[in-house]
Structures are given as structure tokens and as C-alpha cells.
């Protein structure tokens, strides 16, 4: 008799612990599915993004890539547009407004993965694409932030749960010709204002010291 009352006993509390677990278990597994889901989403963005900067670095070194990759064949002579000092003008806009125009269009396209409505979600201020100039240097950068919408609403929330991301790549835009171009145009400009003599003797005053100190360096 006590033998039987103690399995009904154990069988009872294998019944509570299976209404407790089970659940816990249940919806532990699915939230490290959705999460998965998620971070599968953030990986395909940033990939996206990282795709999407050097292709923008891309075509504000090479101004005739947008016309190779539209017409499949190298330009003509009379449609070749080198823009000469475009980096030091920062003449670049096209090139930012094609690239954040082409960004939008790729996110859009991308799927919501294995649960519907897991799309990313962004509005037109939270995409910033720009061409940084810095006269010596140059750099193209993309910076996204955006939320990935959980499926299930959780427990005691009125609204589904958001994820907040953010993708952010830059690049240098590096082009040797142009960069002694662009030196080449200031320093015309400084010697027709007559600032050269005195810039020359500045930097041979330098060079002396310089060379002064490191031979005083080595004795």
C-alpha cells in the first residue's frame, strides 16, 4: 500500500515538473531559434554594407566604373569624364546619392529568413552614406542603424520585441595620380601668389636642422 502511494506520489510530481519544464524548454528553444534568425539577418547587412562601401570607394577613384558597369564596354573618349580635383573639391555627391540609392534597394530585397516579418527595419535617416574629404586623405563610409523585429510578442509586452542593430564600414579612397595632381594644383597656386620662395625657405631650414640633429646624434 505504501509502495503504491508512493509511486502515485512520484508519478504526480513528474506530471507538475513536466508542466513546468516542458514550456520553459519549449519557448527556450524557439528564442535561441529567433535570435539565431536575427543574427543571420545582421551578418547578411553587414556583408551588405561592407559590399556597398567599396563599391562606393570604388567608383570615387574610378570615375568610368558607373559607365564600364551600365554599358558593359569601356567608354568613348567624348563620354570619359576623368572630373579632375574631384577630391579636392569633394565633388562626390553622385557618386553618395547612386550608392545610398542602391543601399535602400538591396535592403528591401532582402528576405526575413525563416520567420516572416524579421526584415529590417530602417527609415531614410538611419542610413548615412559619406564621402569624407580631407584633402590628404580621403575615406568613403556607410553607417546603418536599424531593428530586426521579433515574431512573438513576449511575456506581459503590448508590442513585439525589437532588436536594435547598427552596420557600419569605412574605406580609404586612395588614388596616387590625383593626390599628386591635386599637390601639384596648390603648389601653382602658391607660386603665382608668391609664397613659394618663402614656403622653399622654410622647408631648407627644416631639412638643415634636421640634418644638423642627426648628425649630432651620431657622433
Not at 74 to 79: H, I, S
Not at 148 to 173: K, T
Not at 193 to 217: C, H, P, Q, R
Amino acid at each position: 500500500m505504501n509502495k503504491e502511494k508512493i509511486k502515485r506520489n512520484e508519478s504526480g510530481v513528474v506530471i507538475v515538473e513536466a508542466t513546468i519544464v516542458f514550456p520553459v524548454m519549449f519557448l527556450a528553444i524557439f528564442f535561441m531559434i529567433f535570435m539565431g534568425n536575427a543574427y543571420l539577418q545582421k551578418a547578411r547587412i553587414e556583408s551588405l554594407v561592407n559590399r556597398m562601401a567599396v563599391e562606393g570607394a570604388a567608383r570615387c577613384v574610378d570615375p568610368m566604373l558607373t559607365t564600364i558597369e551600365e554599358k558593359g564596354e569601356v567608354p568613348k573618349f567624348g563620354d570619359y569624364h576623368s572630373k579632375p580635383y574631384r577630391y579636392l573639391i569633394g565633388n562626390m555627391d553622385n557618386v553618395v546619392t547612386d550608392i545610398e540609392s542602391d543601399t535602400e534597394k538591396e535592403l528591401k530585397k532582402l528576405s526575413s529568413g525563416l520567420f516572416s516579418g524579421m526584415k529590417p527595419i530602417f527609415t531614410d535617416t538611419d542610413l548615412n552614406v559619406n564621402y569624407n574629404s580631407n584633402f590628404i586623405y580621403s575615406t568613403f563610409s556607410i553607417d546603418l542603424d536599424y531593428k530586426i523585429q521579433m515574431p512573438v510578442r513576449l511575456l506581459g509586452e503590448r508590442s513585439n520585441y525589437m532588436i536594435h542593430f547598427s552596420a557600419y564600414n569605412e574605406l580609404p579612397v586612395t588614388d596616387s595620380p590625383d593626390f599628386i595632381q591635386n599637390t601639384d594644383f596648390v603648389e601653382d597656386l602658391l607660386e603665382r601668389a608668391g609664397f613659394m620662395d618663402s614656403i622653399n625657405d622654410v622647408l631648407n631650414k627644416v631639412t638643415e636642422w634636421t640634418k644638423k640633429y642627426k648628425d649630432a646624434g651620431t657622433d
